[in-house]
């Protein structure tokens, strides 16, 4: 049972063009969302995250959109370059419970940044 | 390198004999989490440890498979008479606290001949 699904498995886009990477929910528990970037050999690596109290986080090139009402969230990378070609991975988890911190992931995209 | 350290990089072990997985959290990081990862899948959640205490292992495969996290030292998790199904990337991940975001090793890649 995939709780986090991202149905594309790669996308590719020009330089300077904008990226955007989907990802969808089924657990209505989620309520903190973050996505990593992932190079090959490497450990994911932190982007960017967002509650479910907001519906929108930026940090740079970098914004999270979040639709609650259809269990929804996309990454927006504008300008892409580069460097950013590598797989993203959109995870979840629940807080308000308290204990369980764990994130369940989805399968990952593959972004290709063409110069 | 104050990151999550992980090591070894790459371990490969025989069928029956044990693997330990050793994983330093980020300095001031008291909160350690093991991913397992499957060719072509996403990062699946294993086990989730403070100090000296399991908190949640819900993702731990029932047999062979253990963690600690002890007062002083990395954490380390135990797979005991390896099968090749246990060949995988494993990911020790740290945060400061349940709410701040978890930051990963780079991974130990076990493989079973």
């Known amino acids: 049972d995939q709780q986090v699904k991202q149905n594309s498995p790669s996308l590719s886009v020009q330089e300077g063009r904008i990226s955007i990477l989907n990802c969808d929910y089924t657990n209505s528990m989620f309520d903190y969302f973050l996505w990593y970037k992932k190079y090959p050999a490497e450990g994911p690596t932190f982007l960017i995250s967002?509650?479910?109290?907001?519906d929108k986080n930026e940090d740079g090139r970098f914004t999270v959109f979040l639709n609650k009402s259809a269990k929804h969230l996309s990454l927006h990378i504008v300008p892409s370059q580069p460097g950013d070609s590598a797989v993203y991975f959109c995870a979840a988890m629940t807080l308000n419970t308290g204990a369980n911190s764990k994130l369940t992931f989805g399968k990952g995209i593959t972004l290709s940044v063409r110069p | 390198n104050a990151g999550v350290m992980q090591n070894p990089r790459h371990l490969v072990r025989r069928r029956g004999q044990e693997a330990r997985l050793r994983c330093s959290p980020m300095?001031?990081?008291?909160?350690v989490y093991w991913y397992r990862q499957l060719p072509e899948e996403g990062l699946k959640f294993m086990v989730y440890l403070q100090k000296e205490n399991i908190i949640d292992e819900s993702g731990m495969p029932k047999e062979r498979f253990s963690a600690e996290f002890p007062k002083e030292g990395p954490s380390i998790l135990r797979i005991q008479q390896v099968v090749r199904g246990d060949s995988a990337a494993y990911f020790c991940?740290?945060?400061?606290?349940?709410?701040?975001?978890?930051?990963f090793g780079d991974g130990t890649r076990l493989s079973i001949l």
């Open positions: 967002i509650s479910s109290i907001k």
């Open positions: 300095k001031g990081h008291s909160h």
């Open positions: 991940a740290s945060s400061q606290g349940q709410s701040q975001p978890q930051h």
